[in-house]
């Protein structure tokens, strides 16, 4: 099994910014996919960041030069630094792994282990 724990949301204001961090425990050895996605009330949750093991990453659109993802494979950690940060953003943001996916796929149907989520509320 693989634990994740994310960490780093809060509030900002339009325009800043937050780094969301995931550390993964248990069995990480196999740890290949990593990912953000993030859930509005109402809202399906969508990918927004995610990465493979050698480091290839796949983003939304909604993102794409505002939001970059990376992996420390030494320390099992993948991070979020989301800057120039809208309202549009606000959500919960869930870390997601996998031992078998490493597109890396912005599906969450391909994601088997998932964090509690933490708050991001960009006002």
């Known amino acids: 099994h693989v634990q994740l724990v994310e960490s780093g949301g809060g509030s900002v204001q339009a325009g800043g910014s937050l780094r969301l961090s995931c550390a993964a425990s248990?069995?990480?050895?196999?740890?290949?996919?990593m990912g953000w996605f993030r859930q509005t009330p109402g809202k399906e949750r969508e990918g927004v960041a995610t990465i493979g093991s050698a480091g290839s990453t796949s983003y939304a659109d909604s993102v794409k030069g505002r939001f970059t993802i990376s992996r420390d494979n030494a320390e099992n950690t993948v991070y979020l630094q989301m800057g120039s940060l809208k309202p549009e953003d606000t959500g919960t943001y869930y870390c997601?792994?996998?031992?078998?996916?490493?597109?890396?796929?912005?599906?969450?149907?391909?994601?088997?282990?998932w964090g509690q989520g933490t708050q991001v509320t960009v006002s």
């Open positions: 248990g069995y990480t050895y196999g740890c290949r996919c």
């Open positions: 997601a792994a996998d031992l078998v996916t490493d597109g890396p796929s912005l599906n969450d149907t391909e994601y088997y282990y």
